[in-house]
């Protein structure tokens, strides 16, 4: 099973700055990686797929990188709605897919 | 509009089976996965399956999972069987790309609190 490893736990920022949050793979998954959003009460909102390509809908304010083993997702000009916890997730050979434990963003 | 509904008992006694129904507005030609995320803890992929039927599962849950499909009434049921206190969880349903077991999921319900007590 690949784990994917996530950080920091927590970010405080301000809106207006930038946030960059980390996924690591336990293995290569090349760029079979995703980005959630998720908000506390809310269906769990899909970012980022294929690591770098945004979601219909999705700001372009939001960013992902990366490839085999480091990605990375980059919000820019963190917006109120933003806050939120992210997780990434894994798609590729040999399942479970999994996922990371979450960065959540809070206001600083 | 993609939309998902999940359904079912949110208490479920310890040794029982937790059912759970997924009702969606449109059904064909996608994988349907439920994924749950107990407290405190992070998100567990259960298994899935394809409109036409043929399931996929997480091996850690295997031995006690059946997901079965409902085409004319855009259904996708979830039966989890000899449940504990770690089975109490946030179940959902998750509308997946890709293929069979490695698949993501670009829409997703609200979910269901399933709470295992006596």
């Known amino acids: 099973e690949i784990v994917l490893t996530q950080s920091p736990g927590t970010l405080s920022l301000s809106p207006g700055e930038r946030a960059t949050l980390s996924c690591r793979a336990s293995q290569n998954i090349n760029t079979y990686l995703v980005w959630y959003q998720h908000k506390p009460g809310q269906a769990p909102r899909l970012l980022i797929h294929?690591?770098?390509t945004r979601a219909t809908g999705i700001p372009d304010r939001f960013s992902g990188s990366g490839s085999g083993t480091d990605f990375t997702l980059t919000i820019n000009r963190l917006d109120p709605e933003d806050f939120a916890v992210y997780y990434c997730q894994h798609y590729a050979a040999s399942p479970p897919v999994t996922f990371g434990g979450g960065t959540k963003v809070e206001i600083k | 509009q993609v939309q998902l509904h999940e359904s079912g008992p949110g208490l479920v006694k310890p040794s029982e089976t937790l059912s759970l129904t997924c009702t969606v507005s449109?059904?064909?030609?996608?994988?349907w996965s439920w994924i749950r995320q107990s407290p405190g803890q992070g998100l567990e992929w259960i298994g899935n399956?394809?409109?036409?039927?043929?399931?996929n599962y997480n091996p850690s849950l295997k031995s006690r999972v059946t997901i079965s499909v409902d085409t004319s009434s855009n259904r996708i049921s979830l039966e989890l069987n000899s449940v504990t206190a770690a089975d109490t969880a946030l179940y959902y349903c998750?509308?997946?790309?890709?293929?069979?077991?490695?698949?993501?999921?670009?829409?997703w319900g609200q979910g269901i609190l399933v709470t295992v007590s006596a």
């Open positions: 998750a509308r997946s790309k890709g293929f069979r077991g490695n698949v993501y999921f670009d829409y």
């Open positions: 449109s059904i064909n030609n996608y994988y």
């Open positions: 399956i394809y409109y036409t039927g043929g399931p």
């Open positions: 294929g690591a770098s």
